[in-house]
C-alpha cells in the first residue's frame, strides 16, 4: 500500500514562491495519475494540477494556477513536485496530493485514490 508524504508548505509573502514535495513510499508512482488538491477553510475541495508520470507525460492545470504554478515528477525519486510562483492570498489552503491508477474507475479526485495527509500554505 503507498504512501505519500507532503512537504514543503508554510507561510510566504503575496508574490513569493513555494515548492511543494510528494514522496511516496511502499509503491511506484510511474504510469500513475498524480495531482494536488488545495482546499481553503468554508471551500470546496479543487484541482490544482495534474501529471500523468507515464507516456503520454501530460499535465493540467485549474485555470487559477496556469503560468504560476508547475508541476513535475522524479521518477527516480518517486516524487512529484508542485513549484508556486507569484503566490496570491487565494493560494492559502491545505495542499494534498493523490495517486489513480491509470485505468482507475475513480475520478482523480474520488476518495478511493491514494491521499497524503497534506501541507498548510499561507499567503499573506
Known amino acids: 500500500h503507498v504512501q505519500l508524504v507532503e512537504s514543503g508548505g508554510g507561510s510566504v509573502q503575496v508574490g513569493g514562491s513555494l515548492r511543494l514535495s510528494c514522496v511516496a513510499s511502499g509503491d511506484t508512482i510511474s504510469r500513475y495519475y498524480m495531482a494536488w488538491f488545495r482546499q481553503a477553510p468554508g471551500k470546496e475541495r479543487e484541482t490544482v494540477a495534474s501529471?500523468?508520470?507515464?507516456?503520454?507525460?501530460?499535465?493540467d492545470y485549474h485555470a487559477s494556477v496556469e503560468g504560476r504554478f508547475t508541476i513535475s515528477q522524479d521518477n527516480a525519486k518517486n516524487a512529484v513536485y508542485l513549484q508556486m510562483d507569484s503566490l496570491k492570498p487565494e493560494d492559502t489552503a491545505v495542499y494534498y496530493c493523490a495517486r489513480r491508477a491509470p485505468y482507475s474507475e475513480y475520478a482523480l479526485d474520488d476518495p478511493n485514490n491514494d491521499w497524503g495527509q497534506g501541507t498548510q500554505v499561507t499567503v499573506s
Open positions: 501529471i500523468r508520470t507515464g507516456y503520454p507525460f501530460t499535465s
